[in-house]
C-alpha cells in the first residue's frame, strides 16, 4: 500500500522515491508494527482482565507460578495484528513470498487462538487436541510447501544448502516438501515449549527475526549473495519488511510481557512465531542456520523428548521438571537470572548463524 502512495507522491515530488527502498520501509515496519503494539496494548490488556481471560497455572508446577494464575493471556494477538497491519502497509503486496509468510503465520495464529479459546474461555484444560492441533499445523505446513514446491523459479529455491561451506548445495526434489512441512511444524512447536516465563520466547524471537532480515536481504541481493557465496532467491529481499515487523511487534510486546509480565502471549502467539521463523528459513535457505540461531528452542524440545521419553521406558524423570526452564525454576534459580541467560545464549546463537555468512 505504501508502494502505490510513493508512485502517486513521486510525481507530486521526487524526494518522495526514497518510500521505494527496502531499507526504509524496513525502518517503517518496526516503527510501525512497535506504535501498534504499544498503544493498543493496554487497552488489549485492560480488555483481557475485565473479561476475565486470564492464564492458568499447573498445580505440579514452580510454586513461583501460582501468582502468575490469573494474569491475562491470549496477548499474541496483538503480536500478529501489528506484523500483519505493518507488513501489508509497507511491504510490495505483489510479492508472493509476503502473502506466503503472511498466511502461514496468520493460520497458525488461529490454530493457537483456538486452543486457547478453549483452555481459558470453555474451561476445557486439554484446549485443542494434540491430535487436531497436530493436523491442522501439518495441512498449513504441506499446503505452504507444496505451493512454494510447484511454484518455484529458480533452483536455488529449493535447493538444501549446507552452512560453513561454501557452494554445498543439494537438490532434494520433493524432499523439499518433507524438509519445509519440519521446519514449520519443527519451529511453531519449539518456540510453544519455550513460552514458559516472562519475555523468554519472545526475545530470541526478535533476534531471530532481525536476523532472517540480514539473510533475507542479502539473498536477494544478487550482488551480495555472490559475493557470500549464499544462495540468490529473486525477490527473497521483500521479506525484509515482514521480518522487521516482528521485530517490532516483539519489542511492543515485550515492552508489557517483561518480568513480572502483564500479559501472555498464549498459543496464539507462540505457535504463530515460530510458524513464521520456521517459514522465512525455508524461503531463504537457511534452515540449519535457524537450528543454530533457535538453539533454546531446540534445547526447550529436546528436553521435553528426554523427558517424555525416560519416563515411558525407565519411570524415572532426567530433569525435575520439562521444558529445562522449570528444571532450573525447581533448582532454585530467580526467574529473572533464567530469562537473561538464556537471552544471552541467544545472543551468542544468532552471532554464530550470522557468522556463517563469511565462514565458507
Not at 557465496?229 to 515482514?242: C, D, N, R, S, W
Not at 538464556?342 to 544468532?350: C, K, T
Amino acid at each position: 500500500m505504501l508502494l502505490l502512495l510513493a508512485d502517486f507522491l513521486s510525481n507530486i515530488d521526487s524526494g518522495f522515491r526514497v518510500l521505494h527502498y527496502l531499507t526504509f520501509r524496513a525502518i517503517l515496519g518496526v516503527l510501525t508494527a512497535l506504535s501498534i503494539s504499544l498503544m493498543i496494548g493496554p487497552a488489549m490488556i485492560e480488555k483481557l482482565t475485565r473479561k476475565k481471560i486470564g492464564q492458568s497455572v499447573r498445580d505440579d508446577g514452580p510454586q513461583s507460578h501460582f501468582s502468575k494464575s490469573g494474569t491475562p493471556t491470549m496477548g499474541g494477538a496483538m503480536i500478529l495484528f501489528a506484523v500483519a497491519i505493518s507488513t501489508l502497509l509497507c511491504a510490495d503486496l505483489s510479492n508472493r513470498y509476503i502473502w506466503v509468510v503472511l498466511l502461514v503465520t496468520l493460520a497458525h495464529g488461529v490454530i493457537g487462538f483456538i486452543d486457547d479459546y478453549k483452555k481459558v474461555l470453555l474451561g476445557n484444560s486439554d484446549g485443542l487436541s494434540a491430535r487436531a492441533k497436530y493436523f491442522w499445523q501439518s495441512l498449513v505446513a504441506l499446503g505452504a510447501a507444496l505451493y512454494l514446491y510447484s511454484t518455484a523459479q529458480v533452483a536455488a529455491e529449493t535447493q538444501f544448502i549446507v552452512p560453513f561451506f561454501k557452494n554445498v548445495t543439494l537438490d532434494i526434489g520433493w524432499g523439499y516438501v518433507v524438509l519445509t512441512y519440519f521446519v514449520i511444524v519443527g519451529s511453531s512447536n519449539a518456540v510453544n515449549l519455550t513460552d514458559g516465563l516472562d519475555g523468554l520466547a519472545i526475545m530470541p524471537t526478535v533476534m531471530i527475526a532481525a536476523a532472517l532480515a540480514i539473510f533475507a536481504y542479502l539473498s536477494g541481493h544478487v550482488n551480495f549473495s555472490q559475493y557470500l557465496a549464499i544462495p540468490h532467491i529473486p525477490k527473497a529481499g521483500e521479506l525484509v519488511v515482514f521480518c522487521a515487523a516482528l521485530v517490532g511487534s516483539g519489542l511492543g510486546f515485550l515492552w508489557f510481557n517483561t518480568y513480572p509480565a502483564m500479559v501472555f502471549m498464549g498459543d496464539v502467539g507462540a505457535l504463530a512465531l515460530g510458524a513464521a521463523l520456521g517459514i522465512v528459513a525455508v524461503l531463504v535457505r537457511q534452515e540449519i542456520v535457524l537450528v543454530i540461531m533457535g538453539g533454546i528452542f531446540v534445547m526447550e524440545t529436546i528436553s521435553v523428548i528426554i523427558q517424555v521419553a525416560s519416563f515411558k521406558t525407565r519411570k524415572k524423570r532426567v530433569f525435575l521438571m520439562a521444558p529445562i526452564h522449570h528444571h532450573y525454576e525447581l533448582k532454585g534459580w530467580p526467574e529473572p537470572r533464567i530469562i537473561v541467560r538464556f537471552w544471552i545464549i541467544s545472543v551468542i546463537l544468532v552471532l554464530i548463524g550470522l557468522a556463517t555468512l563469511k565462514l565458507r
